[in-house]
């Protein structure tokens, strides 16, 4: 079997080795004679997995006991409703940046979830072609805001906040970071929570990770069905009703590789040498490429670029899977070309696609 480099921005690529691992744990989990998919959530096999999933998550983010770990269905576009029922009150204020497809979308769905609350857009990417992420300055806080919601790595243009924003006095800051959680390491202290759906960096679609912070769950602004509770999910232990089951497995095992890697300073170090790479390519071609973000703030995961025209765009997809890289083509909201480099992302699958890249150059530049 040829597997083939791929750089699809989600679901995305995973570690040879453990899709082995979980080859083997779909016949049978660790000796029980009973595979992952078969296992009853409410048996010691499951609760094994559900402990290992808890237990690697809070060791590989170096998680405090401050913050709960939920396993919750659905993915992050579920989180962009679920977030605002949780944590902000009618009548409350949250600030929204709008710095990516991702941020628009939250703002969307966060206004129709609690409408009677306020979410105010204090920077509108739309205006700069989504280019950049906020200075402070561009990104003033509203005062009284319960939190400020922000995305530190956007998916789609290729941003990357380098530092967190700033947010209003006592107010908390709440993290998409889908594609890059577990890629640098977080500031606890300022998070009130971070979510990430699974199909990036933790491997299954249709499941978020939510690391929040216990006080916030205990102030949750009213009651719901306990299914989009984050504080009934916390209550009780991410298995309120039959979770999905493989998709927290397959995090644990997730972990457990990059425990194993190094942790996050070496997926950090990883990411910096990937992106390095493609940088250097994109540079050397003497503006065939260009980047669709600001050099400040861009983004060592998702390396979004274009070449002089849409025909050429699509060719250099095209040609690249023929070539055995796969994954190529833009956003749609975006065009050009992506590269998304997550946690799992191999070395060679880099050269692979910057030999391709500086081949192209010549032969078509
Ligand atoms: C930053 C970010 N947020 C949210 C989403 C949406 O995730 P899901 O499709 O799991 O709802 C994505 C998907 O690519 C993303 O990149």
């Given at each position: 079997m040829t597997r083939i480099w791929n750089f699809s921005a989600g679901p995305a690529a995973m570690p040879e080795p453990v899709l082995r691992e979980l080859g083997d744990d779909l016949l049978d989990l660790e000796g029980t004679g009973i595979g992952i998919l078969e296992h009853s959530h409410r048996q010691p096999p499951f609760d094994r997995v559900l402990s290992g999933a808890l237990d690697s998550c809070r060791r590989l983010g170096g998680i405090p006991d401050s913050h709960d770990i939920l396993f919750v269905p659905g993915g992050a576009t579920v989180q962009f409703a679920l977030l605002p029922l949780n944590l902000l009150p009618d009548g409350g204020v949250a600030d929204y940046p709008d710095t990516d497809v991702w941020t628009a979308k939250a703002i969307v769905e966060g206004r129709d979830a609690v409408p009677a609350a306020q979410i105010v857009v204090p920077f509108e990417g739309k205006r700069c072609a989504y280019d950049h992420v906020p200075s402070d300055a561009e990104c003033p806080p509203t005062a009284g805001a319960a939190y400020l919601h922000y995305c530190s790595n956007n998916t789609v243009h290729g941003t990357q906040y380098h530092r967190p924003p700033r947010c209003a006095e006592g107010a908390v800051l709440i993290n998409d970071a889908s594609s890059e959680i577990f890629s640098r390491p977080v500031d606890w202290s300022a998070h009130g929570m971070v979510y990430a759906s699974g199909q990036k960096n933790l491997g299954v679609a249709g499941m978020s990770v939510i690391i929040v912070r216990r006080d916030l769950l205990e102030r949750a602004p009213r009651r719901l069905p306990s299914m989009f509770s984050y504080a009934a999910h916390a209550k009780a232990g991410s298995?309120?009703?039959?979770?999905p089951t493989f998709a927290i497995h397959t995090l644990w095992r997730m972990c457990q590789w990059m425990i194993g890697e190094g942790g996050v300073a070496e997926m950090e170090r990883r990411a910096q040498t990937r992106a390095r790479m493609v940088q250097e390519a994109i540079d050397a071609s003497g503006g065939f490429y260009r980047f669709l973000a600001q050099s400040a703030c861009r983004s060592v995961i998702n390396a979004s670029f274009r070449l002089p025209t849409a025909q050429l765009d699509e060719r250099f997809w095209k040609d690249a899977a023929m070539e055995g890289i796969d994954g190529l083509a833009g956003h749609r909201e975006a065009g050009g070309i992506r590269a998304s480099m997550y946690n799992s992302c191999p070395l060679p699958a880099v050269e692979a696609l910057v030999a391709f890249m500086r081949e192209f150059n010549r032969t078509k530049g």
């Open positions: 298995r309120i009703n039959t979770p």
